[in-house]
């Protein structure tokens, strides 16, 4: 700057600005510091990590997106990261440790090639076309399982959890494969799964082997009236979206009694009506009512006198659920009750489950809605039980909608991608090539990491794994399975196996955010005033 001439200030006081090289160099410090954080918890020797909020509540997880959404980080390129955990997670499911510790190591080699003073948009460029490369690689090598076979499934839920502290648990595994078998539905030839088909209702007690699968829908309510029956068996469902009750008009009416007889011709004008809703009720057939309103107390002991078990102000949700599951059509004047509107549910029944009333509707012939009751010993047990069982919900939804699309896990799947990433950058230019071979360096990194979280030395088994892949051995990987077996095996013989979507989506997206990363060299923040968030304005690669 020449002398006297005054600096120019184009940003408010408060801002700060880091940029160039450090721009970078922070950016990829803090990116590969949250890879680092959820690194141990991947695989099936991956540990849990204790979380715990600012009043105390605990969670215990393996799951990387559940620490991540749980860390509250500041850093605007962590939390890009783990934006990409959220992705995955709601592309998806699972593969969400997978897809940032990838970004994190792909932002570490960047920073070897950036050491190497090649510029960041070269790097950027060999990235994207070795992201892209890998999807083409992955949708080649990826191999079928039969999709009504339920061993086939059994394996990718197993793959899927046992990490989990349901360990893989047989029973659990093939509640989750029965469940899954119910909901799909054959949509021309393609399969679809709509995992709202799917309730979740945890109750903590008992233990994890006590958890099954209903063949229909479990409400959290009581029945409305003592007096009516715990079971009732063969149940005929009314569906109703009405409230059993005497509508108060609107408009204010006076009504002058002046003899004692007429306030009881009123009452019985009033019970009449209540106890006719009740008749169409019963006579409809139904010994079991499901209101999403409320049901009057007269017509609550109408109801109980008729030997009807009724349920009141069930939400919407629920009721859709129980119309799937029981082929009960839903209501909304008492009229539309005939035979073909009623469903039908083996057995309905109130049940006390740890001090709680539940409904269960249960022994549906053909539910098209089921519920995976969870127990286990402690809140902190069924929570992680269901993040397992979501994951792979969220496996077995992709493997059945993509043809049984699959590729084998303990690391083997990266490592020939990685394989042929290299082949493929030998047609491209030097630097070029360069980057490209960085990328399928950085795919090493879940061999690695599965290895190290095993207490297995990492470059041994790294170098074995490379060797086999040389040799044509495709789904040579890290079985982490059966201790009594080599260290080295071909995964898919193993039985681990994952859907190509998970892979292909973790890869992706973790390219993506590397890719975003690499080519901001500028960040600009506003100062944190003291109730607001902190925000950053859209920089160079746009932030959030
Ligand atoms: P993510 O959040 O990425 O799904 P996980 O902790 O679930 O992380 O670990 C998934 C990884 O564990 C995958 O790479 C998968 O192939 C691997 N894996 C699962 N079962 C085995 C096994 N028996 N042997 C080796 N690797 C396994
Ligand atoms: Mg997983």
């Known amino acids: 700057m020449a002398e006297g001439i005054q600096p120019i200030f184009i940003l408010p006081e408060g801002y700060t600005r880091t940029s160039g090289k450090d721009a970078q160099r922070n950016n990829i410090a803090a990116a590969k510091a949250i890879a680092n954080t959820v690194k141990s918890t991947l695989g099936p020797r991956g540990m849990d990590?204790?979380?715990?909020?600012?009043?105390?509540?605990?969670?215990?997880?393996?799951?990387?997106?559940?620490?991540?959404?749980n860390m509250e980080v500041e850093n605007p390129a962590a939390k890009m990261i783990v934006e990409v955990a959220k992705t995955q997670e709601e592309e998806v499911g699972d593969g969400t440790t997978t897809a940032v510790i990838i970004a994190g190591e792909l932002l570490k080699s960047a920073e070897v090639l950036l050491d190497q003073s090649i510029h960041p948009t070269l790097i950027a460029r060999g990235y994207k076309i070795a992201a892209n490369e890998t999807q083409t690689i992955l949708d080649k090598m990826s191999i079928k399982l039969d999709v009504n076979k339920k061993e086939d499934l059994a394996k990718v839920v197993k793959t899927a959890t046992i990490g989990k502290s349901t360990g893989g648990d047989e029973h659990v595994v093939n509640l989750i494969v029965d469940s899954i078998r119910h909901v799909k539905s054959a949509v021309g030839r393609n399969e679809s799964v709509d995992l709202d088909d799917i309730k979740i209702e945890k109750k903590v007690g008992g233990g994890l082997a006590d958890s099954k699968l209903v063949k229909g829908v479990i409400i959290d309510k009581e029945k409305v009236h003592p007096d009516m029956p715990d079971v009732v068996k063969n149940a005929k469902i009314a569906l109703v979206n009405m409230a059993l009750e005497i509508e108060k008009t609107n408009?204010?009416?006076?009504?002058?009694?002046?003899?004692?007889e007429q306030l009881g011709a009123f009452l019985d004008e009033e019970?009449?009506?209540?106890?006719?809703?009740?008749?169409?009720?019963?006579?409809?057939?139904?010994?079991?009512l499901v209101c999403q309103k409320g049901i009057d107390d007269t017509a609550q002991h109408f109801l109980a006198k008729s030997g009807i078990l009724a349920f009141r102000r069930v939400s919407e949700n629920d009721i859709k659920k129980i119309g799937k599951a029981t082929g009960a059509k839903v209501v909304s004047s008492l009229d539309e009750l005939e035979g073909?509107?009623?469903?039908?549910a083996g057995v309905v029944r109130v049940e006390k489950l740890a001090g709680e009333t539940l409904a269960f509707i249960e022994e549906c012939k053909n539910p098209k809605a089921v519920t995976i009751l969870i127990r286990g010993g402690t809140e902190h047990v069924i929570d992680e039980v269901q993040r397992a069982i979501e994951d792979?919900?969220?496996?077995?939804?992709?493997?059945?909608?993509?043809?049984?699309?699959i590729v084998a896990g303990g690391g083997s799947c990266e490592m020939e991608v990685s394989r042929q990433l290299r082949e493929f950058g030998k047609k491209l230019e030097g630097r070029e090539q360069l980057a490209v071979n960085s990328f399928a360096d950085s795919l090493e990194i879940v061999v690695k990491t599965l290895a190290e979280n095993a207490g297995l030395d990492p470059i041994?088994?790294?170098?074995?794994?490379?060797?086999?892949?040389?040799k044509g051995r495709v789904w040579a990987g890290v079985n982490l399975s059966d201790v009594y077996k080599p260290a080295v095996s071909d995964m898919d013989k193993e039985g681990v196996i994952e859907p190509l979507r998970t892979k292909k989506q973790a890869i992706k997206s973790a390219s993506e955010v590397a890719i975003m990363i690499l080519r901001i060299d500028?960040?600009?923040?506003?100062?944190?005033?003291?109730?607001?968030?902190?925000?950053?304005?859209?920089?160079?690669?746009?932030y959030e």
């Open 49 to 69: 990590k204790m979380l715990v909020d600012n009043i105390g509540d605990i969670t215990i997880t393996n799951d990387g997106v559940t620490v991540l959404k």
């Open 251 to 260: 408009v204010d009416a006076q009504i002058r009694i002046e003899k004692p």
């Open 271 to 288: 019970e009449k009506m209540l106890k006719d809703m009740v008749k169409k009720v019963k006579e409809s057939g139904a010994n079991v």
């Open 340 to 344: 073909d509107a009623l469903g039908s």
């Open 392 to 405: 792979s919900l969220g496996d077995l939804r992709a493997v059945i909608e993509d043809n049984g699309a």
């Open 460 to 470: 041994d088994i790294l170098v074995d794994i490379r060797a086999a892949h040389q």
């Open 522 to 542: 500028d960040i600009i923040a506003a100062g944190k005033s003291a109730n607001q968030p902190p925000q950053m304005p859209g920089g160079p690669g746009g």
